[in-house]
């Protein structure tokens, strides 16, 4: 389903032109990226039938959007570009733009946030590093962020069976990615606190609950999948109380007992849908037109940021960018 950084884009231009080109840009984009680069050159901007294609699966007009075409040293060649961050920069939002780098696959090769000099802010690194593991946004099947919401608020509501599992299926990806924030930290900011492991605690009792709407998929699952859930509940409790009494043994301890409890119930086996409860939840959710690519902050991005608001603007640029890389690789 996911694979790690992709490689070879087929393009029509020769590598030995592709080389040949501006220095100054592969400088400045291989410092951004921190991609080695032989050279760098500027695609032609988006048209107009592109920028409604694009706009069509961002839901609102894009921006001012660059494109680069990039020579790595390893002689891979990428598709490159910049999108701009909303909600203007200041000293307390100095992100302006983000850029966004990637070969054929399904996974990106590179990103940046930068300031308003075209500098790259470090304080991302981590959150941008995370990218590695979520599917790429495709303009043939993308549809608005907003989409989400809508959809939720209206399963929410419904009484049909079938449009329940697509909620729960929802709900759950989101309290899963609650409680899995506290092992996703930059190394800088320590380890868990006790609020997160209190949200930790809520979000594993919250799946408990999912698991009665869940039942069309557990089948007889379905019993071990809550029971699984409460006992990482009461570990994330334990976890609480071992860091506000600083016993870091047992806190090691109760880790390892909550990861050993995560494993085991992403490897239960549903034989009706031939798969594990991972594999099972992600194709079904994919199937339902709720799956990734929508790159929204506790559906399909992790996120451990002070400002939610603020990390979804520079996630919503990012898609738009990988959006408009697949735009102009469809020329």
Same mark, same amino acid.
């Given at each position: 389903m996911?694979?790690s ?5 087929v393009? $029509? ?5 592709l080389?040949s ?10 410092e951004a ?6 050279? &760098? ?11 409604e294609?694009?706009?069509? &699966?961002?839901?609102?007009?894009s921006?001012? !959007?660059a494109?680069?075409?990039a020579?790595?040293?390893? *002689?891979? /060649?990428?598709?490159v570009a910049r999108s701009?961050?909303?909600g203007?920069?200041? %000293? =307390?939002?100095?992100?302006?733009t983000?850029?966004?780098a990637? &070969? +054929? ?13 075209g ?9 941008l590093?995370?990218f590695?593991?979520?599917?790429? %946004?495709r /303009? ?8 989400l ?7 929410a509501?419904?009484?049909? &069976?079938?449009?329940?599992? $697509?909620?729960?299926?929802? =709900? $759950?990806l ?21 609020a997160e492991?209190?949200?930790?605690? *809520?979000?594993?009792?919250?799946l ?18 809550? +029971?699984?859930?409460?006992d ?8 609480? $109380? ?5 016993d ?14 995560c ?8 034989p009706?849908h031939?798969g594990?409860?991972? =594999?099972?939840f992600?194709?079904e959710?994919h ?6 690519g ?6 399909? /991005? ?6 939610y ?5 520079v996630?919503?640029?990012?898609r738009?960018?990988a959006?408009? !890389? ?6």
């Amino acid at each position: 389903m996911k694979h790690s950084l992709a490689l070879a884009l087929v393009t $029509t231009l020769s590598l030995s032109l592709l080389a040949s080109r501006s220095r100054e840009d592969g400088e400045w984009l291989a410092e951004a990226l921190q991609v080695p680069l032989v050279g &760098a050159g500027p695609l032609d901007a988006l048209d107009g039938k592109e920028r409604e294609r694009l706009a069509d &699966a961002v839901g609102a007009a894009s921006g001012d !959007i660059a494109l680069w075409e990039a020579l790595t040293e390893d *002689d891979r /060649v990428l598709l490159v570009a910049r999108s701009e961050v909303s909600g203007g920069a200041g %000293p =307390e939002r100095p992100e302006r733009t983000v850029l966004f780098a990637r &070969a +054929e696959g399904p996974a990106y090769t590179a990103a940046a946030v930068l300031d308003a000099d075209g500098r790259p802010l470090a304080e991302w690194t981590h959150f941008l590093e995370s990218f590695e593991h979520y599917d790429l %946004p495709r /303009v043939k099947t993308a549809v608005p962020r907003a989409h989400l919401e809508t959809t939720r608020a209206k399963l929410a509501a419904s009484d049909d &069976a079938d449009e329940r599992v $697509t909620w729960a299926l929802l =709900e $759950t990806l989101r309290a899963m990615n609650q409680q899995a924030a506290p092992f996703n930290l930059p190394p800088s900011s320590g380890r868990d606190t006790p609020a997160e492991t209190r949200a930790m605690a *809520d979000a594993y009792e919250r799946l408990a609950e999912l698991s009665r709407d869940l039942a069309p998929l557990l089948g007889e699952q379905r019993a071990r999948f809550e +029971e699984l859930a409460l006992d990482s509940a009461d570990s994330a409790r334990a976890l609480q $109380t071992a860091l506000e009494t600083e016993d870091a043994e047992l806190a090691n301890e109760v880790r390892g007992r909550i990861l050993a409890n995560c494993r085991a119930c992403h490897d239960l086996e549903l034989p009706a849908h031939d798969g594990k409860v991972k =594999e099972v939840f992600y194709d079904e959710r994919h199937e339902r037109g709720v799956g990734d690519g929508f790159y929204e902050l506790g559906h399909d /991005v992790r996120y451990r940021h002070a400002d939610y608001e603020r990390a979804q603007r520079v996630a919503d640029a990012l898609r738009e960018a990988a959006l408009a !890389i697949d735009v102009a690789a469809e020329r």
